[in-house]
């Protein structure tokens, strides 16, 4: 059974879904820790309550971004994790952190990438008057928010829907296909080789596969 670290910032909605498939059978693997840069991120609770050790790791104890990853990255490895997720967490990470597991880290963003990299995905997409949005999970290189896509599903944007709206429309499709790329990833069908995402050993196209 494969090792996951998932590290969070926030309230860990992405960890529950992911919590709740492994307990499910869905995903064939143990979240053996989760990680915060935040002492009272609600995700924090829901992995206690889940019964799955947490630590946190504060940057304010640390001189620089890069101590900081070291140190982090340091604390992972004392769990062997074979996957890496990061689900909501929000600080930008150091080459050094991403070069440590190259081909074995998530993540997922609200967005159909490579549109809206960054912060405040569902606004600019309303405000740039798009009819469709979603969520893309890829694997982490340096680039930010710019590796290897491996899934997206899209949702519409409707006249009446506000930001909350679009959040939570984004928030249905993010626990449903966070969970199944894990799994991928935990069955040997999902790898990263020469920076393109493979399934089944055929390489992915660049958008990954979409669902509607």
Not at 56 to 71: G, H, M, Q, S, T
Not at 72 to 84: E, G, Q, T
Not at 119 to 130: C, I, K
Request: proline share 5%.
């Amino acid at each position: 059974m494969k090792n996951i670290v998932v590290l969070i910032s926030g309230s860990g909605s992405n960890l529950q879904a992911i919590i709740d498939a492994c307990n499910s059978g869905q995903i064939n693997g143990k979240i053996s820790a989760v990680f915060s840069n935040v002492p009272d991120a609600y995700g924090l609770v829901r992995a206690q309550q889940a019964g799955i050790k947490t630590e946190v790791v504060e940057p304010k104890n640390f001189a620089n971004r890069l101590d900081y990853d070291l140190a982090l990255a340091d604390a992972i490895d004392n769990y062997a994790p074979d996957l890496v997720i990061l689900a909501g967490y929000m600080r930008i990470l150091s080459p050094a952190f991403v070069s440590r597991y190259t081909g074995k880290m998530l993540n997922i963003h609200p967005s159909l990438l490579p549109e809206y990299p960054g912060l405040h995905t569902h606004r600019r997409a309303m405000e740039n008057g798009d009819r469709e949005h979603g969520a893309t999970i890829h694997f982490v290189t340096e680039e930010l928010d710019g590796g290897p896509i491996i899934l997206q599903a899209a949702v519409p944007i409707t006249a009446q829907d506000s930001e909350a709206d679009v959040m939570k429309k984004v928030q249905v499709q993010e626990h449903r296909i966070y969970p199944l790329v894990v799994s991928w990833f935990v069955d040997g069908r999902l790898t990263m080789r020469d920076g393109k995402a493979l399934m089944d050993h055929q390489a992915l196209p660049a958008h990954g596969h979409t669902e509607k």
